[in-house]
């Protein structure tokens, strides 16, 4: 056993070492300046976190102002190409190859050709000249909405599928100039004529966004704007492309379910409106077939003429107003 005077030796020396560890401890890092190293290292590493946020904060901020720049120049653009040469983008919409002239000769002789054969039934001047004014400004003007409406709705069907093989080309890693050039030369018309008119401008210098805009020009959808305004943004300043035409051939094919559903829930307002539109002229044939010289006043009479005129404009208003009532714009 220790004598007493070790043993205060031994618990001395306990205590002057634990009070050197505590002092170790605590008086260390102020002395050796660790405390404000760590300090500063901390302040550091805030500064840069924070300068970081704001560096990203502000590419998002700069990328956001390249894309609103980009869409008020493109649409800069497209208002000014709207106020001109309207007659004329009808007849590229159209697909027409005739110039505004020609256009006007046949419509003049269109005009010519309806007055002469309203004479034929009625010697009247004034239904003379409205059949004149009728066949020379309205009628062509319908022919070639006719044409247009036909040629974008066949261009719509198509679209989508253009569509996916843009997505899947880039998917598979291919460029996008290439997959432009498998849609110019596989796809159905009306697309295929578009599409290589934007290879062809692309091979003379012009950018593959101005091209996809020119063919806007000429079918101008909602579509087709909104597939030359992400390939002029993502031009600029990049963006993932495959999901946004991915989303774009979505919303296509499903409003093309929807398009399907209007039509068959309005097929039986259409046939109302059919039959109703048709009763005037199936009673009119049918009171002629039995007592012919009861109705023949109708076009034998200057009063049963202006009675045929009155009605004809009132059953048109009437077709006219039903037929917007069923339409759907979607």
């Known amino acids: 056993m220790l ?13 002057a070492i634990a009070a050197g560890g505590v002092a170790y401890v605590f008086l260390y890092p102020l002395l050796s ?41 493109i649409e800069n653009e497209q208002k000014a190409k709207k106020k001109k040469y309207i007659l004329k983008d009808l007849i590229a919409q159209a697909d027409i190859s005739i110039s505004i002239t020609v256009f006007y000769l046949l419509s003049a002789v269109l005009g010519i050709v309806v007055a002469l054969l309203t004479f034929l039934v009625s010697q009247m ?31 719509l069907a ?5 569509i996916d093989i843009i997505v899947r080309g880039v998917k598979a890693g291919l460029p996008f100039n290439d997959t432009i050039r498998m849609i110019a030369s596989e796809s159905a018309e009306p697309v295929r004529s578009e599409f290589r008119d934007v290879v062809e401008s692309q091979a003379i210098g012009l950018p593959i966004s101005e091209g996809l805009l020119r063919v806007y020009g000429r079918m101008p959808l909602p579509e087709m704007n909104f597939l030359a305004i992400v390939i002029a943004i993502q031009s600029q300043s990049g963006g993932n492309l495959a999901d946004a035409l991915g989303n ?42 039995t007592t012919p010289q009861y109705i023949s006043l109708l076009w034998e009479v200057k009063t049963g003429q202006l009675m045929l005129l009155g009605s004809a404009i009132w059953m048109s208003l009437g077709v006219f107003v039903m037929k917007k009532m069923i339409n759907f714009d979607f």
């Not at 924070?50 to 560096?55: H, K, L, Q, T, Y």
């Open 3 to 15: 004598s007493p005077a070790m043993l205060q030796i031994a618990i001395f020396g306990m205590v």
């Open 158 to 162: 198509e679209f989508p599928n253009a």
């Open 125 to 155: 001047p004034i239904v003379i000249i409205g059949a004149f004014m009728a066949g020379t400004f309205g009628l062509p003007r319908w022919i070639l909405s006719f044409l247009r409406s036909r040629r974008q709705k066949k261009f």
């Open 248 to 289: 774009l051939s979505r919303v296509l094919r499903e409003r093309k379910k929807i398009q399907g559903k209007i039509k068959a829930m309005s097929q039986e307002a259409k046939s109302s409106a059919a039959i109703i539109a048709s009763l005037p002229f199936v009673v009119m044939m049918l009171v002629y077939i």
């Open 33 to 73: 300046g660790q405390r404000k190293t760590d300090q500063r290292m901390k302040a550091v590493s805030q500064r840069s976190t924070g300068s970081i946020g704001r560096a990203n904060a502000n590419d998002s901020q700069n990328r956001r102002r390249q894309v609103q720049d980009s869409l008020k120049d």
